[in-house]
């Protein structure tokens, strides 16, 4: 519930610090006295709209603050706990405007969008007035209400739940669908393209290989001479070779192998060369004896390399790049088949959350229609003794003009009022007066009372246009309410104001150069007073505080 109402700089309001408690507090003062202005405030907390013309004149900034008490509001503190805004002792909601239009908004000292502040208002705090505040127009209120009377909170929730991955797995299903066509396309061409790689059958390491050897096939001739030109040159030329050059040069040195030094280092080195060579005219001799200069060789390995390099250019990619792209294409490829397999899977998830949604859907629908009659009838007796006599109150229930399935169920909820006899059933919207509107908000509240999730209620001037037996009935309706939860009232009548478990009076104070308003809370005799006021104007007689005394004498 609200317990605490703090405003600073705002309209004719210099500071304003008020204490609530729970039950029915009624707010009372002459017109004009900023009565209206003090929910006005409370609304900007809530997160209604805001410009600078509601900063106090001569002040930089207006600030609102309303603590709440939400221990026993599981809801709200679900709310602020999904968003780490939850802390221990009150909730705090707070709004500061600035002389330039500038809002800011705060919920426990975290700044937040005003959305985030009005979404949470909702769950703490309902207004009901002749203006904005009028939640009793929306048909999600009507939906709501009868599903809170018909105890049908959880299966509603079921439903939109249910129906929320329906439609997920709907959108998901078209994406996939809408693409099948292209899809198909492009699995034909990636199997195709595929078959051809695999056609292929590039080794590891083969290219390299086979353009080594065709490089060598390709100059055969010259690498056979050149290879003979070395073996001569080392080991068999008459005119003289390599190595035996090296022997005679070892040959020489060897009488002088005792002088070492520079000397002994010079043979070891023609020695090591001397091996070295030998060696090497070794390997030649070996690879002349397996060279095969085959031309028939030669013509497949251009074959192959033709192939290799054909594909490559055909995919736009360097040929050692074949084997990495045969890879991404099998990935591809693979992918493709993997959502015609989630399309199958998804058709068999939609169908499943489908008849969830009727089975849940067709429950409420049921448990709407059996509670539609009793709230109906119970609203429409509540009327009577509201001054409404004749009225009627039907709760309709609209078959969804979409047959797939809706977050709030298969129907669309209207309460239809009319408000004297012999009119027809209208929205209530279009028929009701503002203050038979609020009579009517009022007569729902309390019927639904037991069962509604929001703690709070503010009723702005729902004795207007009413008086006599009819004020003192509203009176005790408001009373009815506050015995249960917290109810706020401003009144013009007695009979209301006498019914309260608090008085708030609203009042101006006068300076030399400017007028404030203040608010009081009264004790017995100065309610005893305002009450007799109420009744009998300004000037007091003993015959009006004796009838005020009797009206408080509850």
């Keep these: 519930m609200l317990v605490h109402l703090s405003i600073h700089n705002y309209a004719i309001v210099e500071h ?48 609102i603050l309303a603590s709440f008490d939400i221990s026993q509001i599981a809801e709200a503190r679900q709310w602020l706990s999904e968003r780490d805004l939850e802390q221990d002792g009150p909730c705090i909601l707070r709004r500061v405007i600035t002389r330039e239009g500038r809002s800011r908004a705060y919920i426990n000292g975290s700044p937040c969008p005003q959305a985030d502040l009005k979404a949470l208002g909702e769950l703490l705090i309902d207004i009901h007035s002749q203006h904005e505040h009028q939640s009793l127009l929306k048909n999600d209120t009507h939906r709501r209400l009868l599903d809170a009377y018909a105890g049908a909170e959880e299966l509603a929730r079921q439903v939109q739940l249910a129906a929320q991955r329906w ?102 080195l023609l020695a090591s060369a001397q091996i070295q060579v030998e060696e090497a005219v070794g390997e030649v001799n070996r690879f002349l004896d397996h060279f095969d200069a085959d031309p028939q060789r030669l013509q497949q390995l251009e074959e192959r390399l033709d192939a290799i390099y054909s594909l490559a250019r055909k995919h736009r990619v360097q040929p050692f790049e074949l084997g990495e792209l045969q890879q991404r294409l099998l990935h591809e490829l693979e992918g493709l088949n993997a959502d015609d397999q989630a399309i199958e899977r998804l058709q068999q998830e939609l ?173 017995h005799p100065q309610r005893v007073e305002e009450v007799a006021r109420m009744l009998g104007g300004v000037d007091l007689t003993e015959e009006s505080l004796a009838h005020a005394r009797k009206m408080l004498a509850i």
Excluded: W
Excluded at 252 to 257: A, D, P, Q, T, V
Excluded at 504 to 520: I, N
């Design 167 to 268: 439609r997920q797995t709907r959108n998901e299903l078209q994406r996939l669908s809408e693409t099948s066509e292209e899809q198909r396309a492009r699995q034909q061409l990636l199997s195709y393209q595929l078959e051809e790689l695999e056609n292929l059958a590039l080794g590891d390491n083969e290219l390299e290989a086979l353009e080594q050897e065709h490089k060598q096939l390709c100059n055969a001739e010259h690498l056979i001479a050149a290879c003979r030109q070395v073996v001569d040159l080392c080991s068999e030329s008459d005119a003289g070779n390599v190595l035996s050059a090296l022997g005679a040069s070892l040959n020489r040195l060897s009488s002088f192998h005792t002088q070492g030094g520079a000397l002994g280092e010079a043979a070891n």
């Design 351 to 523: 169908h499943a959350y489908t008849r969830h949604y009727r089975e849940k859907a067709d429950e409420l629908s049921r448990l709407r229609q059996d509670a539609a009659n009793t709230l109906a009838a119970a609203v429409e007796q509540e009327m009577q003794r509201l001054g409404m006599p004749g009225g009627r109150f039907n709760i309709a229930l609209h078959v969804h003009p979409h047959d797939e399935p809706q977050p709030q169920g298969q129907e669309l909820v209207e309460f239809l009022v009319s408000a004297n006899p012999g009119q027809p059933l209208k929205a209530l919207a279009k028929v009701a007066s503002g203050g038979e509107l609020s009579r009517i908000s009022l007569a729902i509240q309390v019927i639904t009372a037991q069962t509604s999730r929001v703690p709070t209620l503010v009723f702005d001037e729902v004795d207007v246009g009413i008086g006599g037996p009819t004020a003192e009935v509203v009176g005790q309706l408001l009373r009815r309410l506050g015995e249960r939860g917290q109810v706020l009232t401003v009144t013009h009548l007695p009979q209301v104001a006498a019914q309260g478990h608090q008085h708030l009076f609203v009042h101006k104070q006068r300076g030399s150069e400017e007028t404030r308003t203040a608010v009081a809370k009264l004790d």
């Design 16 to 63: 304003l610090d008020l204490e609530l408690d729970s039950g029915m507090s009624v707010i009372t003062g002459e017109t004009g006295a900023g009565k209206s202005i003090m929910l006005d405030a409370l609304g900007l907390a809530l997160g209604d709209r805001a410009d600078s013309g509601v900063v106090r004149p001569g002040s930089d900034k207006a600030d």
